[in-house]
């Protein structure tokens, strides 16, 4: 609204930059809905042994896959920050580039995968397993859309030499989509 | 913001960038992860569950934390992060351990999950045979709508599945639901004043309110294929 | 030294043989918070009165940091922690005795609960469920005075709740779980049976009685219902 | 905030004009304004459903003045809807939303909350989600009727509930109410943690806006698992999964734990905002410090902490295993401390006082008064063995309604008439206002205190009559049913009262001035109504804590935190 930003966002009484400070309170909150997910999940896991046999028709190797994605994505956003810090916004922008590219590879490998494990017959209602299955990892992936598309933002925002911060802010949100996808990847994939 | 009447503190005094060796924390990620895509296939060849186990959940966790110090720069933060996402991480803790007595297990104190029980068991045995190609399929809704099995679903409950209005809940209704084998019943009725009440409820042709409205649940065609089966009830004249 | 409220709902007995433990958990966990309430709210208005404003005087500095100030705090909570111990010791000990302990049945019976009706299945003669001679009844449960009863509570579809207030009883019906619970009615008479936990439109008549007989009038009910339903 | 000095006035030319210029502010406090009139409305249509059934209950079958006759399937609707609106969207938005905003950075000497943007998002969701449950209410199917607490399979199918379309939309409506008030809360904590005005340390905070932030934090760890639930409970609604379904491997106690590890904590979300403002305007008016600051702060926080550990007590009866029931038993008295400490300070900070019974204390004693009677009933349904007879009657009712309506409508208008003069710039007229308070307080009791014998009686929730329950329907029920439902519609009468007070206080009330109550804290340091960017002549500095009342070294008995010296 062309007031430009308030004093009270330039104030730091805790010495933690404002809107680190946030996202960090995001990531907190963001903590207890997945991890609110998570462990009900492992509750039925461990109450249901017979989930192995529905589990073990995931594919190991496409998580995998796109674990090595994401971990890739993640270093190429930390890049971004340090070039950021650098002040070479150009550069920042670049590499946020290669984490959306990330971010689409693994969407992309996302929905081959959903596919064809839908046209098996394993659809969401197939069994409760399949159930958290595709409820945990579509909560994941709009974390990833999300993340994804205000990424876009502060790149282009980064190429223009403008605000620099952002590119550290949203790299911790990113890496921390990384870190979920670290648990969902033995939760869904490797344990059978 | 010409007007600054604080200290200045804007981003700049940042503590600055930290040397941080990436590369090295990415090729460690890396290693970890091939060893925990690996675990499965020793775990496997060694007969040892254990092995999965830990290259499953504990290289996570060992992955999680070099991504959180390093990448996020958790380690060089100041103290009051870490205890607020501490906190976060307690609380999942105190959830887990006051849902897990009744949703873990399927029996306890006086209780016993017959559900969960016969699901478990259900699974078991299928996995005992040869490779199922497809996990059960359970539809929430029947997939072919059949107005006999609507019936014997919902309206049975009180209609009785002869439509005699006996059935079990209608036992306690003020006033008791309507008997369609009742010739006095038809003489008031026809098929358009019964499509209104299963649609619209009751109180839509003046009657009790607690025949509920059931259009919600059905399309038209389906209501009227349920209303041609009550008029079966009909008794010939 | 148990409350009576049958001057005000002279319905209420006390039917079974835990109903006068828990109304006499009530009335001593009544009589504490009730000292504590008349003190809090006697102080609290007192000093609205006493304090009130007048002309020309000051109010007093007091920060509450000293310690013969602080007192009036940490006695108090100190206080309110002991009258704690004392309701939790007791509470623990209805509830272990009413839902953790299963004394020996004399019968079992099934409970179950459906939109919006109450089926309850007596053993009938052999007093063994799940066989032939079983009774099924429909909101109407006939019980024997004394007897020391088991149910199983199940559900067929939502959440009900089992209540028999005269009985102080209450447990809810979960679809997919069996859950075991046990009564021992003291005295005869029919009294109401709710379910309590909203299953839907029908909830207000999900309404059931039961019967506590006597033993040669409930020997006369099971002979009369097992010969109406004997094809 | 650019050129603050000379365009502070001339706000308006900036950005979009006319009614679009409310719609897109992002000053916090035209959006605390949104919050609380949208928060108003609701409650006026809370009210208005509590009307209905209370009528039912009193006068069964009648048809209801201004809605008619009330079916079972309307009834249900009628309570789920009454529970849920006056919870999240009427004390949620006004204490939190509503008051956060306005206060926060004003009594921290801030000019504005730090995302300002992200404020106006959050209470546009909020928006959206009010909407979106007002149209749920008709739909194809009517309302959702299985209660606020929702608990599948009831709220999970709708061959159970009969309301496919309403379930759903209601529980989207929830969902994203939770979204806006995680987007507002993580604004309101950053905002107090690092914008407090130069000079003000942690312990110079007014206690209201630490309770608000805590309550935030509170919130934030306790509903990320019920949102969690609620995308489950959202698929076993539209998709059929089976999360909550027995018959798939689902199970429906699962929901209840997500639901109250949530629930419990959001009764503290609601009471804390309340209570601190209920203690600011105490030290204000009994022109004293607080006895003992820190120790408020303590027991608040020591009573967040233990809100997490109590959740299970709404289950005792529910199927839980009953050995947990001990442990809950435990915690659940055990919380009892704190929060008796925190009445006891309230009680003791009178002690010494010049207590001025201006109507914002009186309706901050009320709070007080009424709230003991529902923090010593609980003690009753906290106690596992008690519990066992008052699970789900009327006794339950009236004491979470001696805890609500203290907190969400004594303590709202505790804070509304004290703020008023800062929002508006007017003072409220006096008399009228204790007139609407005696008219507010008195009836209330005449509600509730039937109520607790009905439930003693074994009256039981959520029935839209009594007809079936033989013990149910006497004679002597059904007064105090009507008791109730009378004392309900002289209550609601009186709110007539307070609206036209406000209006015409507004109007021609007199003019407030900086300082009308001759407070300490930042807020009434600056113009009243305050505009954009809220200090004018600059923002403030802080020397000391906003209790220094009745000071020995000082002429007047108040001693304003930006004076230096």
Known sequence: ?192 | MSEKNTRSDEHGHDEGHHDVPYFKIYVALIILFLISVAGPEVGEATGLRWITLITAFGIALVKARLVINNFMHLKWEKRLMKWMLTASLIMLGIMMAGVAPDVMNHEGNNWVNLAAQAAVERGLEDDHGEESEVVTVVEAQPVGFSAEASFGMICATCHGAGGLGDGVAGAALDPSPANFTDPVFWETRDRDRVLIAIRDGGVAVGASALMAPWGALYDEEQLGQMADYVMNFRPNQ | MVPDLSWLFPDLVQASTYAHQIDGLIFWVGLLVLVWFLAAEGIFFWLIWKFRAKEGQKSQYLTGKEKHVKRWITIPHGLVLICDIFIVWGSVMVWHNVKQRLPEADTTIRVIGQQWAWTFQHPGADNELDTSDDIFTVDDLHVEVDKVYHFRLESRDVLHSFSVPVFRLKQDAIPGRSITGWFQPTMTGDHLVQCVEICGIGHGVMAARIHIEDANQHAAWMSAASAATTP | MADTLVDVHHDEHHGPSGILKYIWSTDHKMIAMQYMFTGMFMAIIGGYMAYVFRMQLAFPGISVPGFGQVSPGEYNALVTNHGTIMIFWVAMPVLIAAFGNYLIPLMIGADDMVFPKINRLSFQIFLVSALILLASLFVQGGGFGGAWTSYPPLSAMSQYNLTDLGSSLWLLAVALEFIAFLLGGINFITTLMNSRAPGMKAYDIPLVCWMIVIASILFMLSVGPLIAGAAMLFLDQTLGTGFYDPARGGDPILWQHLFWFFGHPEVYVVLLPAIGMTIDVIATFSRKKIFGYKLVLYTAVATGVLSFFVWAHHQFIAGIDPRMANVFTVTTLLISVPIAEMCFVVIATLYGGSIRLKTPMLWALAFMAEFLVGGVTGIFLGASGADIYFHDTYFVLAHFHYTFFPIAIIGTFCGFTYWFPKMFGKMMNDTLGKIHFWGTVIPFNFIFIPLFVLGMGGQHRRIYNYQHFPELAGPEMYLLRQVATIALLVMLAFQLVFFYNCIISWIKGEKAGRNPWEANSLEWTTESPPPHGNWPEGLPNVYRGPYEYGHPDRETDYWPQNEPG
């Open chain 1, 1 to 192: 609204m062309g007031h430009g930003r308030p004093i009270a966002t330039t104030r730091s009484a805790t010495g933690i930059p404002t809107a680190r400070l946030a996202i960090w309170w995001v990531l907190a909150s963001e903590i207890v809905i997945f991890g609110g997910l998570l462990s009900v999940y492992l509750m039925h896991r461990l109450g249901h042994p017979e989930w192995a046999a529905a589990a073990a028709h995931t594919q190991t190797w496409v998580g995998a896959l796109n674990t090595f994605v994401l971990l890739t994505s993640s270093f190429t956003a930390v890049l971004a920050h340090q070039a950021a810090e650098k002040g070479d916004g150009k550069k920042a922008a670049k590499l946020l580039g290669f984490t959306i590219l990330g971010a689409c590879t693994f969407l992309v490998i996302k929905s081959f995968e959903w596919a064809n494990e839908i046209s098996h017959g394993y659809t969401i209602t197939a069994n409760t397993f399949w159930s958290f299955y595709y409820t945990a990892a579509g909560l994941h992936a709009l974390h990833v859309i999300a993340g994804a598309i205000i990424m876009g933002y502060v790149a282009i925002d980064a190429y223009r030499g403008r605000e620099l911060h952002r590119v550290e802010i949203i790299g911790i949100y990113w890496h921390f989509v990384d870190v979920v996808w670290i648990f969902l990847f033995p939760l869904l994939y490797i344990a059978k």
